[in-house]
């Protein structure tokens, strides 16, 4: 009388009312449906990055996922992108993990997507070339300790108007010199 998925077996009309009530109950406790994404804290590369899934897409119904790091050590630049796909499932990016683009020597200009809420500690430590960071989102609330340490002295961080002032307060201190100018 219904059809579920568990363990790769699929349970059909020919099983006992009885096997069909276990499988329910196991299907309930677990309910993984056929049309979810891969499972969180999995990996996947797409887009120049290695992602981590933080949230589950299923169906039509997007999930999250985090930068971990990039697939090229000697890249120039970097676009965080707002969404991401795996396969036929969307993911948006909204964090940029713990030290993912740490040493990360010769990045010169990252774009931030409008999607990131958060980025990790020393996410961009020891990057001295990098000289122009653009934030696009809108969204940020946490930025880690030491997450900008070692990029150029001189650097330029942009921000959107509308929260050039949260941002200055919320990236003070974050382990950049003095020199850095956070404008609009």
């Known amino acids: ?13 020919d099983t006992t009312v009885k096997d069909n009530m276990t499988v329910y109950a ?3 406790a677990n309910p993984a449906a056929p049309d ?3 499972q969180k804290g999995s990996f996947f590369n797409a887009k120049a990055f290695k992602f981590k899934i933080t949230k589950q897409a299923v169906g039509k119904k997007p999930g999250a996922v985090q930068v971990v790091k990039p ?3 000697k890249l120039t630049s970097a676009v965080i992108p707002a969404d991401v796909r795996s396969g ?8 940029i993990g713990d030290r993912a683009f740490k040493k990360c020597r010769a990045l010169k200009k990252v774009t931030i997507g409008k999607n990131v809420v958060k980025i ?9 070339k990098l000289k122009m960071i653009k934030i696009q989102t809108k969204k940020l609330k946490s930025v880690g300790k030491n997450a900008l340490k ?9 921000a ?8 200055k307060k919320l990236l003070k201190k974050k382990g950049q010199k003095a020199t850095v100018k956070i404008t609009k």
């Open 36 to 38: 979810a994404g891969p």
């Open 26 to 28: 196991q299907w309930t």
């Open 1 to 13: 009388w219904y059809t579920a998925r568990t363990g790769g077996n699929a349970v059909s009309a």
């Open 150 to 158: 070692g990029i150029y002295k001189k650097a330029r961080i942009k």
């Open 71 to 73: 697939l090229k050590k």
């Open 120 to 128: 990790g500690k020393e996410a961009f430590s020891g990057d001295g």
């Open 160 to 167: 959107p108007a509308s929260k050039l002032k949260a941002y």
């Open 88 to 95: 036929s499932y969307k993911y948006y990016v909204e964090s």
